[in-house]
C-alpha cells in the first residue's frame, strides 16, 4: 500500500495537519485512537468514511516518520524511548478485532 494516495496535508484542513484523503480525520486522531484501546472494528464503526486501509495508510506514515514504531518503540521525552502501547502495536501489527 502507497499511503501517499490516502493521506494529503493542505493547509486549509485542519491546519495542515496530514489527514486522510476526503475527511477531517487527522493522521493523529487515528494514533491516538488506537493508542487508547480502540480496536480497528470500534474506529471503523464510528467512522464510517474510514476503511481499514485508511489505518494502514496512517500506520505507514507514522512510521516514516517516527522510526522507532518500526522496532515497536516510541520517543517519550528526550531521552527515554517506551514500548508502544498495546493497542497501537496489535495495529501497526496488523492485528485488529477488540482487547
Not at 22 to 29: L, M, S
Amino acid at each position: 500500500m502507497n499511503f501517499e494516495n490516502r493521506i494529503v496535508i493542505d493547509p486549509e484542513i485542519r491546519s495542515g495537519k496530514p489527514c486522510i484523503k476526503g475527511t477531517r480525520i487527522t493522521v493523529y486522531d487515528i494514533l491516538e485512537y488506537l493508542a487508547g484501546g480502540m480496536a480497528e472494528d470500534d474506529i471503523l464503526r464510528d467512522f464510517p468514511a474510514l476503511s481499514p486501509d485508511d489505518i494502514r495508510a496512517a500506520l505507514e506514515f507514522a512510521t516514516t516518520r517516527t522510526p522507532g514504531l518500526m522496532k515497536g518503540r516510541i520517543r517519550v521525552g528526550k531521552d527515554f524511548d517506551a514500548p508502544l502501547p498495546g493497542a497501537l502495536l496489535d495495529a501497526f501489527e496488523g492485528k485488529t478485532g477488540s482487547r
